[in-house]
């Protein structure tokens, strides 16, 4: 699904953007400071409800508006959807097609978003909650039931976690627990299935920006290997008492990333851990397309910034490949690629302009 159109009223240094857009590549150059990340922050926003930049929504409304409004067209095979999302005095409210928005994951699933900034080597050196949050995302947009089933988890685990912290009795701790582990094993499962089937493109796409790398992942469920979760949840017991936390269980698993079996942070450079981490969510994005027809909007800021020519060359045809709807920014127009189908725009003091 892609957007034909975006309108942002009041948020960030726009007071009011009205935008027609190609479904394939929109390129946006302008100064530093002059709207282009708060452009791509607007599209995130959109799809998930929350800023890659601050924590605070408050923080995204216009200087001396009292709230903002984005709202877009998501267009696909079945015809188009109006979405929109707003912060007022009263909060966000979310709608999908007119009417309001069951959850934030509605508008998510409507319109799947992947960022490449310059935080995206967190992804190989970061921690295990980056690569969690990748997985998950490709999980929630491909397999059925995920949501359902992490919803359920995240339930039962906050109730267990809340008896933790209060020392409940022991027999108060085993009535949530099959419910966390008849969920959990869902996630599992449906975390294995997707992994199966990404790993396969993303050493395929991964290979071709950075040559024949012994490249793997390996998944790390979140208990021990041979052991039940029932079983590690028994035997965590105690400690999760004192440390008031659930200790075993699918919300700590990992995906190692690994070249010739090491880390994957310990043998490549900072500029090749950005491109490693470009390569997995470009692949996301063109596995989205094959497993459900579907179009990723890709949000990539300032790559020249981020990648030498060589590599930025190689990452631009591999973007185009990914059949996703990409959104490129660049302080210098010059830097953009030559692309076609691409309609581009120049932003200045909080003003976009559509170029001819």
Known sequence: MALSRLTLR?????????????????????????????????????????????????????????????????????????????????????????????????????????????????????????????????????????????????????????????????????????????AGLLLDQSRRAYLAQLEPVALAWASRLLGGLDLRFRYLRGWGEGKSLEDALEGTRTLDREQGSTRSGPHRAEVAIEIGGLPAQQQVSRGQQKVLAGALLLAQAAYLHQATGRQCLLLLDDLAAELDVGHLGRFLELVEESQAQTFLTSVEQGRLPAWKEARRFHVEHGKIAKLV
């Open 10 to 182: 009041d948020f960030r240094c726009f007071e009011s953007v009205d935008l027609d857009l190609s479904p394939r590549a929109n390129l946006i150059h302008g100064d530093n400071a002059s709207g282009k990340t708060s452009l791509l922050e607007a599209l995130f926003f959109l799809s998930r409800g929350r800023s890659f930049r601050t924590s605070k929504a408050e923080n995204l409304v216009r200087h001396g508006a009292e709230g903002f409004l984005l709202t877009g067209l998501a267009v696909d095979g079945a015809g188009t959807v109006p979405l929109g999302i707003a912060r007022g005095p009263a909060g966000l409210e979310a709608r999908v097609g007119g009417a309001p928005a069951q959850g934030l994951a509605q508008l998510a699933e409507r319109l799947p978003v992947q960022l490449l900034d310059a935080s995206a080597h967190q992804l190989i050196e970061g921690g295990p909650r980056h690569r969690r949050q990748f997985l998950d995302w490709g999980v929630f947009h491909v397999e059925q039931g995920f949501l359902a089933a992490w919803r359920r988890y995240q339930r039962a685990l906050k109730q267990r976690n809340t008896l933790l912290r209060q020392r409940a009795a022991e027999a108060m701790l085993k009535t949530w627990e099959p419910e966390l582990v008849s």
